[in-house]
């Protein structure tokens, strides 16, 4: 017997693809009508996930075998309190995306509003699909969905954005095909391809070079596509030169998502066991130190705003890596465990989100992109600078934004397993942070526009955005200060919890 | 345009002529052929969109976007996808939510479980070839056809 609720992880992936394709049938006869399709279908599979969340919690996880072939021979969706964490942020944070994307569309890309909701939709159905999936194979097919729409996304403008792209697209793919060797090799050695199935095979042949030969093709692979330091050469460019809501996001749930199958990947497949025998994670936190310092110093050199949130994203990727690294041995409850991970992956999704949507409403009013150029606008966009300001204030890491709570449990984290050169680096991160961010904002309160020279149009009292723009980005700001209550009241731990039992993570009860 | 009309040459249109409606038949056939034996959908597709490459070559790229027009290709390449996923849906919608997604069985097609199933499996084949023949039409006239639409137009 299935219940209504298991149906529901295939329906989001199932209407995201219909949508697409609907929308691009719907835009040959008007035009206008395929945002409608587009927002509707994302708030289903908002409220879907929702469901999901609720049902994983009280019955636990969700199994669903598509055509009703059995697991190791037929492909299985397997939800549980990780992806229905992750699903939720994704839908959040897409949604929040599509209806800033209203206005901002016609201003980026005009005439392409068809293809651009064709492509963006099916960025979310492969999303989706990447986190609800529990077979290996399958994961890789739907990575290649949201890379390819993302390849195009990111072109979508034109001129320079081609080249950002086309850098992107190699070093995509090479990522892809690393995640597919190392699916490869493991199939090679258990014959099967579904994760569960492949935790139980696996343990007998943790000592064979082929089993660690695709565990390091995975991190390498995945780190490509998360950005990880010494790969994150793509990022910058793609994410600058993308239309404001893809860049969101690109850096706000996109990389997360790579995150979240090497997460999936080393804990549900390769279990903990093997990640004890070899010293990947102690190697992975200091690659992780190393991105987080190398980002914010490359942050401050900046001109260019887009750009410089980029490089925050690499280093905000750090935290995460490093937060991940310390899994293993910090254990003690509210930053035991993937806790500070996860929670830095929903901070950061709408830290980021909110910082990409404010930089784009510079570039849709006044087509400002250097920093330099911002002088006196928080006179002219209040509502956009002051949202603009709580988000980096949150980034700093100023109580309670949702940064500060992040970083003061990984510094927790850090503490706990005595290594305090992590903590230095996390609270010298801190000081960069401030240093760029706070160059921005100085910019747009401290400094007066020039006199006489009126550089951008028309000089109304009111030059704010339109409130479908506004909207988004007033609510990504609020949240950023909400949320970080909300941690810090520890309500949403719960579900952590189950997810670091699940993997046999934190204090064992 | 004129000037190419004038070359059009005789033996190879007549030959066009009579070979297009066997490869185009041939496609049809892979396609259904392809639960029990080599081909499928995506292969049957391939087949049927080369006879309209061959329809291309042979007379001018005006008279192919004549014959398939961009929106009638575009809106081919949603619909067999829509087959495709849709066949799925209907397992689910038809069995009162007891089958799961893509569980052809449950579609009342025939009264026989398995015969049900193979039916389902041929219509998401032939979904599979619609959508594989616009796309490869669209992806041939992107690579062939930029100059010539923008002078057409």
């Known amino acids: 017997m299935t219940s209504f609720v298991e149906h529901l992880p295939i329906l989001i992936i199932a209407i995201s693809l219909f949508s697409a394709l609907t929308i691009l049938v719907v835009g040959w006869f008007n035009n206008r009508s395929c945002i409608f399709i587009f927002w509707l279908t994302l708030l289903a599979q908002f409220i879907m996930s929702l469901f999901i969340l609720n049902h994983v919690l009280a019955y636990g996880p969700i199994h669903y075998w598509l055509g009703g072939w059995k697991p190791p021979w037929g492909i299985e969706l397997v939800v549980d309190s990780l992806n229905a964490y992750i ?12 209806i800033y994307s209203k206005s901002n569309i016609e201003h980026e890309l005009p005439g392409k509003r068809v293809s651009f909701y064709t492509l963006f939709q099916l960025l979310i159905a492969g999303l989706c699909g990447v986190t609800l999936t529990g077979d290996i194979f399958n994961m890789f097919v739907f990575i290649e969905i949201f890379s390819i729409s993302a390849y195009a996304l990111i072109a979508a403008r034109g001129k320079i954005a081609l080249k950002a792209s086309f850098t992107y697209l190699i070093l995509g793919s090479i990522g892809t095909c690393f995640f597919l ?17 492949l935790s139980i095979l696996l343990p007998p042949f943790y000592d064979n070079k082929v089993v660690k ?10 780190s490509i596509k998360m950005a990880l330091f010494p790969f994150h050469t793509w990022l910058p460019d793609a994410h600058a030169f993308a239309p404001a809501e893809i860049s969101a996001m690109l850096s706000g749930i996109m990389i997360e998502i790579s995150t979240y199958v090497f997460i999936r990947v080393s804990f549900s497949v390769f279990t903990l066991e093997f990640l004890k025998l070899l010293p990947v994670f102690d190697i992975l936190c200091w690659v992780a130190v190393a991105a987080i310092l190398m980002g914010s110093v ?14 925050s994203s690499v280093a905000n990727m750090g935290y995460i890596m490093l937060a991940v690294g310390l899994s293993l041995s910090a254990v003690e409850s509210p930053w035991g465990g993937l806790n500070p991970a996860l929670m830095h ?106 006199g006489g020279r009126s550089s951008h149009g028309s000089h109304g009292t009111s030059e704010e955005i339109p409130l479908g723009m506004l909207i988004p980005i007033l609510l990504l700001s609020s949240l950023c200060i909400v949320m970080g209550i909300v941690w810090l009241g520890k309500v ?18 | 345009m004129n000037s190419k009309k004038e070359e059009e040459n005789v033996v190879i249109e007549t030959a066009s002529r009579i070979m297009i409606p066997f490869i185009q038949l041939f496609a049809l056939y892979v396609i259904t052929h392809g639960a029990l034996g080599p081909g499928g959908g995506f292969q049957g597709g391939v087949v049927f969109a080369s006879s309209y490459f061959l329809y291309i070559v042979v007379f001018n790229i005006i008279e192919g976007k ?13 619909t067999g996808l829509c087959i495709y996923a849709g066949v799925g849906l209907l397992s689910i919608i038809l069995s009162f939510g007891m089958a799961q997604y893509l569980n052809y069985g449950f579609i009342p097609f025939t009264s026989h479980f398995e015969k049900n199933r193979s039916l389902g499996i041929d219509l998401v084949e032939i979904g599979v070839g619609i959508t594989v023949m616009a796309v490869m039409v ?8 930029k100059e010539k639409k923008d002078k057409g137009e």
């Not at chain 1, 699916?183 to 199935?197: A, E, K, P, R, V």
């Not at chain 1, 030969?213 to 995945?222: E, K, P, R, Y």
């Not at chain 1, 719960?494 to 934190?506: A, H, I, K, R």
């Open chain 1, 87 to 98: 699903l939720i942020i994704l839908l959040f944070l897409s949604l929040a995306c599509a």
């Open chain 1, 181 to 197: 060797l190392g699916i490869g090799f493991l199939y090679s050695i258990t014959g099967s391809l579904n994760l569960h199935d």
């Open chain 1, 213 to 222: 030969a695709a565990f390091v093709f995975f991190i390498v692979g995945l």
């Open chain 1, 298 to 311: 490359m942050a401050i050199t900046q001109v260019n705003l887009k750009r410089m949130l980029a490089y």
């Open chain 1, 345 to 450: 992956i929903a901070n950061h999704a709408l830290m980021k989100g909110c910082l990409f949507l404010a930089a784009g409403a510079f570039i849709y009013k006044a087509n400002l992109w250097n920093i330099t150029e911002f002088r006196g606008l928080a006179k002219k966009m209040p509502y956009t600078c002051a949202a603009f300001v709580i988000a980096a204030i949150s980034m700093i890491g100023i109580p309670p934004s949702v940064g500060f709570v992040s970083k003061l449990y990984i510094i927790m984290a850090s503490i706990e397993i005595k290594n305090y050169f992590f903590v230095a680096v996390l609270l010298i991160s801190s000081l960069l942070n401030l240093a760029y961010f706070w160059r921005v904002i100085e910019t747009m309160y401290m400094k007066h526009e020039e």
């Open chain 1, 492 to 509: 949403p731990i719960p579900v952590l919890d189950q997810v670091n039992l699940m993997f046999g993570l934190g204090k064992v009860p």
């Open chain 2, 66 to 78: 004549k014959r398939l027009p961009e929106s009638v290709y575009t809106t081919l390449s949603s």
């Open chain 2, 138 to 145: 669209s992806i041939f006239f992107d690579l062939a056809g």
